[in-house]
């Protein structure tokens, strides 16, 4: 059985680390999964989630120039489903919603659904910010102001 990148075999942990587990793979081969691959779920501990002798099915993720193989567990499977209303708000940093009124009681605009949409959102307020910014810098220096 020949596997390669994105293959997905059943293999045995043979070993555990802090950094991760060894798994016995098919045809004498071995691999690593390391602690980050383990689980969707933050990971401490690896011997939270497995234990040696356990079979388990993982994805080849790489194969370097030294022929070691890596190897994740997670990617072998489904991602967890969020459940309605999880997650951040794209509203504020740090997930805040402002509600239906933005920034200075503005009326907030509607929720960007695609990259590009936040991006130029995100660009028309950084160009307004920076207008607004030149414009008091012209006021005071016009004052006699620092320059």
């Known amino acids: 059985m020949e596997f390669g990148v994105g293959s997905i075999v059943e293999g045995k942990v043979t070993g555990i680390t802090k950094f991760g587990a060894f ?3 098919p045809e004498g ?8 691959e383990i689980a969707y779920t933050y990971v401490n501990d ?21 022929g070691r193989i890596n190897l994740s567990i997670k990617k072998a499977m489904d991602p967890p489903s969020r459940p309605a209303g999880q997650g951040r708000s794209m509203g ?5 919603s402002t509600g239906s009124m933005g920034f200075r009681g503005k009326p907030a605009p509607a929720e ?14 950084s160009d307004s910010k920076l207008s607004e910014l030149r414009q ?3 006021r005071s220096s016009r004052r006699g102001g620092r320059k």
């Not at 504020?92 to 805040?96: E, I, K, T």
Request: zero cysteines; proline letters at 4%.
């Open 23 to 25: 798994v016995a793979l």
């Open 29 to 36: 081969k071995s691999g690593l999964v390391h602690i980050s």
């Open 46 to 66: 690896v011997k939270d989630h497995l234990k040696e002798g356990q079979e388990v099915k993982v994805k080849v993720i790489g194969i370097d120039e030294n």
């Open 92 to 96: 504020r940093p740090g997930g805040h």
């Open 112 to 125: 960007p659904t695609s990259f590009e949409d936040r991006l130029k959102q995100f660009m028309a307020a």
């Open 136 to 138: 008091a810098e012209r």
